[in-house]
């Protein structure tokens, strides 16, 4: 039996979107790749908000990430964390060579504006790289705050990785004034993993032209200068199959409308939260809330992985915490193509697990 997602990626894909992965195999090298590719573009444009380039990557979205803090840096990046995914771009900067400054906050708290200030204020920073919707803590960091400050610093390239919200929560990328907006596909935009993009600002490339060592298949200006040079194809092969099906799935998704699509992730967040808080507690900063995943504080000791047994025989498939946070929280995630009706189906069946109504039953009887 198939088993409906919950966890914060990969999720379900649904069966027309599958069906487009077994569209028959083109040349990457025709035009028919060159059509496909620009469609894609002119479709992830609308869905960032931007009139910047749009790369491909055949590869999750780690791919991009590297690629964005060691073909961008010229001088040093800072990377703001809250969270493993923050933590891992620092990684991904001290492993590639590139010089790079980790700033971190607690667990749970989101980046604030004024510490980006304060550290890009020292001069020595180039690049700064945050995670919008940190998956471990849940926190959905203010990256429109932080865009305002970066207005004071003209030559700082600004990464942000949007993997799990886009698709999910508006990213307007320009209004924001973001240089490299980065996201798989697996989450949010509702396809198999495999596949990432991002957007790709004319800061970001004049300052890849200076950075000597860009490395091959993760070399973002090679991925632009395909794209203008040989009519938007790809560097090496990529993943023709996940192009097909991504260009249907942008389609369905702008369909459905962006703010409807966004309203329905806001709806869906309520319904996790509220029930988080009647039985147990939200691990987040209330005022840093992602709308495409709840992490949850496991005040009642539950175990976590009886109940995922449990679901899983019903067809249900939760998460548990991620990292340090492993045994302390659980997630649930919210996010791509479900309903508030899915959402409360899987609820329905923790409850039942959990004998949450057999509780409250003998409490009113008490
Ligand atoms: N950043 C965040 C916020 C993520 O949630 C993930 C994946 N869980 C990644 C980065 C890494 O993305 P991928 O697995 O697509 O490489």
Known sequence: MSKKLFIPGPIDVSEDVLEKMATPVISHRSKEASELQKSITEKAKKLFYTDNEILLSTSSGTGLMEGSIRCCTAKRAAVFSCGSFGDRWHKMGITNGVPTDLFKVELGQAIEPEMVDKVLATGKYDLITVTHNETSTGIRNPIEDIGQILKKYDDVVYCVDTVSSAGGIKIPVDEIGIDICITSVQKAIGLPPGMSLCTFSEKSRKRAEKVPNRGVYFDLLSMYEYIKKKNYQYPSTPSLSHMFALNYQLEKILEEGLENRFKRHEDM?????????????????????????????????????????????????????????????????????????????????????LGFQLKIVSFINM
Do not use: C, P
């Open 269 to 353: 967040a309520k319904i996790v939260r509220n029930w988080a808080e009647e039985h147990f507690e939200i691990f987040t900063d209330k005022n840093h809330l992602s709308n495409t995943l709840t992490v949850v504080k496991n005040t009642q000791n539950i175990d976590v992985s009886n109940l995922n047994e449990e679901l899983q025989k019903r067809g249900y498939l939760i998460a548990n915490g991620y990292g340090e946070l492993k045994d302390k929280t659980f997630r649930i995630s919210h996010m791509g193509d479900y309903t508030e009706n899915d959402i409360r189906d899987l609820l329905k069946n923790i409850d039942d697990i």
